[in-house]
């Protein structure tokens, strides 16, 4: 079904390989060209948090944004934090470490689809909102302090990740046991 909400989950989807054209035009550390990614990356953060919103505001929620807008949201996270390592960017320590959180929630979400849809969490929201920013600074070409100030973001999304990534599955198995 068509509405605001998958519209705007579509045009992330579509935003994920223009964000990434623009991240390795040149050499991928040209100014004007890294800033072009971040506008778009931005843009795409932006219908991620409008989508969810005006879809549970006014009713909107379907079985297709209820699996593409997970889907949309790991593809721009993962090419975001992929693209940056392959520049050397960001250690790939973190990139896999932010990536099997995101695929193993992902994986459990739709193990528990059957038995209802398990609703991000206030932690998860903050998690996801601290993501954004840290790996928007990293897209950036920034120096000096500016990138002391993106590492110490990051260093908080990386807790947060792992810290809600724990806090889901022990969620997810309390939930389970008590439908058994």
Not at 6 to 20: C, D, E, K, Q
Request: zero cysteines.
């Amino acid at each position: 079904m068509a509405n605001v909400a998958n519209v705007l989950t579509g045009v992330r989807m579509v935003l994920v390989p223009v964000f990434l054209v623009l991240l390795f035009v040149g050499d991928g550390h040209e100014t004007f060209w890294r800033i072009a990614a971040f506008v778009v990356f931005t843009i795409a953060v932006i219908t991620d948090r409008f989508d969810g919103a005006l879809a549970r505001s006014y009713g909107m929620v379907t079985e297709f944004g209820t699996l593409a807008d997970p889907i949309a949201d790991k593809a721009l996270i993962g090419a975001a934090l992929i693209g940056l390592s392959l520049l050397g960017d960001l250690p790939w320590w973190i990139t896999v470490v932010i990536l099997a959180r995101e695929v193993g929630i992902t994986v459990l979400r739709f193990a528990v689809l059957r038995h209802g849809v398990i609703p991000a969490s206030r932690g998860g929201k903050l998690k996801t909102l601290v993501q954004g920013v840290a790996i928007g600074l990293f897209i950036l070409p920034l120096s000096g302090p500016w990138l002391a100030g993106a590492w110490v973001v990051m260093w908080a999304a990386i807790v947060l990740t792992v810290l809600t990534g724990v806090d889901y599955v022990i969620s997810a198995a309390r939930d389970s046991r008590a439908r058994a």
